[in-house]
């Protein structure tokens, strides 16, 4: 199994970006689908979370209204829109999925909010 993020980069406040989780090995329809961040100093926390099958969606407090999670089961991806993004937004972000059996992770995306 493997989870490869990617979108990541430097964007000043206000602005947007969408970071992708690509997943071989693995069937992202089939599972809960996670995205965790942890900013400089913090613990890592969860920031969104999206169901299988069904597809519902939770948020942390923090993000919610700004960000959004999605997937597309044809490119096995899971994405994630983080508009009007914050200086605290800034954490190297993560795609997850666990269950009682299993934890993946992959290898994080850097996320920089600075003007």
């Not at 099958?53 to 923090?62: C, E, K, V």
Request: hydrophobic share 30%.
């Amino acid at each position: 199994v493997h989870l490869v993020e990617s979108g990541g980069g430097l964007v000043q406040p206000g602005g947007s970006l969408r970071l992708s989780c690509a997943a071989s090995g693995f069937t992202v329809s089939y599972y809960i689908m996670n995205w965790y961040r942890q900013g400089p100093g913090k613990v890592r926390e969860l920031v969104a979370a999206i169901d299988r099958l069904g597809g519902s969606t939770n948020y942390a407090d923090s993000v919610k209204g700004r960000f959004t999670i999605s997937r597309d089961n044809r490119k096995n991806t899971v994405y994630l829109q983080m508009n009007s993004l914050k200086p605290e937004d800034t954490a190297v972000y993560y795609c997850n999925s666990r269950g009682t059996t299993y934890d993946y992770w992959g290898q994080g995306t850097q996320v920089t909010v600075s003007s």
